[in-house]
């Protein structure tokens, strides 16, 4: 059993401790069911589901809107902000492909969940973790670890790891595997941007 940090939408979400079986050399037979790709579709029913358990929570912010609307009046963060049950929706899928791609990392990795910046309302969200994910590449991380950065836009997934190691410390992440979960057109620029910090870098195709 391998525990596995999803960090979604960090502020929306926290971070959420996950339970992650990861095959054994033998080649132990999973017994869990396949995660497939949430669709766009699967997203907007999420959040219809959630408003109705939950009338009190905002719809989610239209075009143009700010990101402040994932908030209400208490100030706490909305429970059916799109950032936040997109969160939710891909999180099997994404831990699925992330304990396939742990190899011989031995600690817990860590997951940081994009969310799509093709809707303007979950920019806060974005905001919140690129702060944070800068962070840890500013403090650095200890060979043996695994940071992987994933989300259904890869393109948006792709800008947020890249602008997160452009001040790492040359050398910095050596040892360090750096999973990016995205789309094939970008591995070649997530590579280059992250050349110079000396991590292993691997992709995972979404």
């Known amino acids: 059993m391998r525990k596995i940090l999803f960090i979604a939408a960090?502020?929306?979400?926290?971070?959420?401790?996950?339970?992650?079986?990861?095959?054994?050399?033998?080649g132990e037979a999973a017994t869990e069911t396949k995660a497939t790709r949430p669709t766009s579709s699967a997203v907007d029913d999420a959040i219809k589901t959630c408003q109705e358990k939950h009338p009190k929570a905002s719809t989610p912010a239209a075009s143009g809107t700010s990101a402040q609307a994932a908030s209400d009046d208490s100030g706490e963060e909305d429970a059916c902000a799109r950032a936040t049950v997109s969160a939710s929706v891909w999180q099997a899928y994404l831990q699925q492909?992330?304990?396939?791609?742990?190899?011989?990392?031995?600690?817990?990795?860590?997951?940081?969940?994009?969310?799509?910046?093709?809707?303007?309302?979950?920019?806060?969200?974005?905001?919140?973790?690129?702060?944070?994910?800068?962070?840890?590449?500013?403090?650095t991380?200890?060979?043996?670890?695994?940071?992987?950065?994933?989300?259904?836009?890869?393109?948006?997934?792709?800008q947020v790891l890249a602008a997160a190691f452009k001040d790492a410390a040359p050398g910095s992440f050596k040892g360090v595997v750096v999973l990016f979960v995205g789309d094939k057109a970008d591995e070649a620029g997530v590579q280059q941007a992250l050349a110079a910090s000396g991590a292993t870098v691997k992709f995972a195709e979404l």
């Open 10 to 26: 960090i502020a929306l979400l926290g971070t959420l401790g996950l339970s992650a079986c990861q095959k054994s050399d033998q």
């Open 141 to 158: 991380v200890l060979p043996g670890n695994m940071i992987a950065v994933a989300g259904p836009d890869s393109a948006t997934t792709a």
């Open 97 to 139: 492909i992330v304990g396939a791609n742990l190899g011989d990392i031995a600690n817990s990795p860590y997951v940081y969940f994009v969310p799509s910046g093709k809707y303007p309302d979950n920019q806060g969200a974005i905001s919140r973790v690129q702060d944070s994910l800068n962070g840890t590449v500013a403090a």
